[in-house]
């Protein structure tokens, strides 16, 4: 048993940081208060390795694996969690076609995303259904070679911007419930595609969220995804690796407070006395430490084992699970300690505090995981 990372990894981390550290910080408020999308960092960002990162390098990626693409959302997400989610997210969907593509799928799509050229999208939620997988609705007809789809997806990452989607609709109405859905790539220039910017959101306001209809889409289907019928289960697979780089992010996010609230409480005087010296400010500190320190072996062993072959849904769900609540718990403490000033924009540790609760919400809420969890436990 080794904790130690490689080398390789080691460097792959410092080199994430200190990119996020270059091009972040002038843009992070701009970009959060103006919602504003960031493809030349994602562009850079390409250059250095750092998108798709996870795929091999027969496809263009720089083939460190998941762990070592945890390592680059940790690292981003220290600095700017919604500017880091337009890197690491860029390839979004595409973990489908890795894992059930064909070959001329991943030739074709692949290589794009991770040279930064394009962008991609998993358009899965609708406006009537999220934690309800099996409840979409969107249809998918044959008609000659093609697929014909209608429908709706809601809070699409990446919907305005991406260059395709990945999207699930239903192929086999006849078949039983989870055996009625197929992945399928539409591109996102396609005739009957309409795609509208979600404004307002809490917080990750650089990444891009829209609303996506479907009307009378037409594509080939040889864009269809892995096996027909087979997509709820491609999906619930595809979680296992998307649900590890979001538990990443709120490792990252998570230090990030707990470092910000360090230098902090040793600066900040109460009672003729640094913060930092009374046991209650060490208490918070403490409890942030301890939690950031579960929540990385969680996230990193999850990460492994999909390196290893040997992916691991419930522990996926785990790391998802306890890196939202982490955020969020860190991210509230940090605010506390910060006292006044963490509640006004001088301080990141207001804007952290409201990116981490996304962590609780997409790739499955925290109610998602239980379920998850918990159907294991009992089985
Ligand atoms: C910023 C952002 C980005 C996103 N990006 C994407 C994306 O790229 N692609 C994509 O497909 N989706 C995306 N989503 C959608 C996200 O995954 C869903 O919002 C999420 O899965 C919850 O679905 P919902 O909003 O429909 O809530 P609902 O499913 O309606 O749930 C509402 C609440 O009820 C709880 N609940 C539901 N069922 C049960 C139950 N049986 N028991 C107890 N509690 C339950 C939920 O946990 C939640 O707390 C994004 C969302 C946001 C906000």
């Not at 609705?137 to 699409?156: C, E, L, S």
């Not at 609780?360 to 998602?368: C, P």
Request: glycine share 10%.
């Amino acid at each position: 048993m080794d904790f130690e990372l490689t080398e390789e990894l080691q460097m792959l981390k410092d080199m994430a940081y200190k990119f996020a550290k270059a091009e972040f910080p002038n843009l992070s408020h701009e970009c959060d208060e103006g919602e504003k999308y960031t493809p030349e960092i994602r562009k850079k960002a390409a250059e250095n390795g750092l998108v798709g990162a996870w795929i091999p390098e027969a496809y263009g990626g720089a083939g460190a694996g998941m762990l070592g693409n945890t390592l680059i959302t940790e690292e981003l997400s220290k600095v700017d969690m919604g500017i880091g989610l337009n890197i690491v997210a860029a390839t979004f969907g595409s973990e489908s076609i890795f894992q059930y593509g064909s070959e001329e799928h991943k030739q074709y799509y692949l290589p794009k995303v991770c040279s930064g050229e394009w962008v991609s999208a998993g358009a899965f939620t609708e406006p009537n259904a999220g934690t309800d997988v099996a409840g979409y609705k969107t249809r998918a007809v044959k008609d000659g070679d093609d697929y014909v789809i209608n429908g709706n997806k809601m809070f699409i990452t990446n919907g305005t911007v991406c260059d395709y989607m990945v999207t699930q609709c239903i192929t086999n109405p006849d078949q039983k419930k989870h055996n009625s859905f197929s992945l399928i790539i539409i591109p996102a220039d396609a005739k009957g595609v309409t795609r509208n910017k979600i404004h307002g959101k809490l917080g990750i306001r650089s990444s891009d969220t829209a609303e996506i209809a479907l009307e009378d889409v037409r594509v080939p289907q040889a864009n269809l995804v892995g096996k027909e019928g087979k997509g709820f289960y491609q999906l619930m697979h595809f979680f296992d690796t998307t649900r590890v780089m979001v538990s990443g992010q709120a490792l990252g996010i998570s230090e990030a407070c707990l470092e910000a609230s360090v230098k902090y409480v040793k600066e900040r005087t109460c009672f003729g006395a640094p913060l930092g010296a009374y046991q209650m400010t060490q208490m918070k500190l403490t409890e942030m430490a301890i939690r950031i320190e579960a929540l990385r072996g969680l996230v990193y062993k999850a990460a492994w084992l999909i390196d290893a072959g040997k992916p691991d849904y419930t522990l996926a769900a785990m790391a998802k699970f306890f890196g939202g609540q982490t955020a969020v718990f860190c991210a509230n403490y940090a605010v506390e300690l910060h006292g006044g000033y963490g509640y006004i924009d001088e301080y990141d540790v207001q804007k952290w505090y409201r990116d981490a609760k996304i962590l609780e919400l997409y790739e499955g809420t925290k109610e998602a995981e239980i379920m998850t969890i918990g159907r294991v436990l009992q089985a």
